[in-house]
């Protein structure tokens, strides 16, 4: 049998994920690829990882952009120094590239299945961390011009 051995006491360690902590951060990007959302919309899907140093470091993120919000995706690709070539880019050109982006929390609870409700199953809130704006490289907020 293996034996592994936890860096910390129980007592420290949440019961749930405990997300990202808002504020601005520098993430990288790990991957991007196209993606179908469930109403069978075309969407970019882009992992990061926090390079701020603190708790969050190394943490992951995603984001999933649907190719209808064009300017979010614009700002994605300005913010992480792609350019598109007419009227597309390889999804690729983002993964390695560092963009700044502001974190925030968001709540939601998942739906529950009708099984789920048959058996007196109640729906609990949640929390996880997005990424609400990507911002320029003076770490402003992208404006219209």
Known sequence: MAKITIPTNWEDV????????????????TKAEPGVSGTG???LVVEFRVLEEGKDF????QDHISLK???RLKNLCVS?????????FETSDLEGQV??????????????TPEQ????????PRTNARVAEYLDATGNAFKNA
Request: net charge negative; charged share 25%; hydrophobic share 35%.
């Open 14 to 29: 949440p019961n749930q994920m405990v997300p990202v902590s808002v504020g601005i951060k520098k993430l990288e990007i």
């Open 41 to 43: 919309g075309e969407k």
């Open 58 to 61: 190394g943490r992951t993120l």
């Open 69 to 71: 919000m064009l300017s």
């Open 80 to 88: 992480a120094g792609v350019d598109p070539e007419g009227d597309s």
């Open 99 to 112: 963009v700044t982006g502001r974190i925030k929390h968001q709540v939601y609870t998942q739906p529950l």
């Open 117 to 124: 409700v048959d058996a007196g199953e109640v729906a609990e």
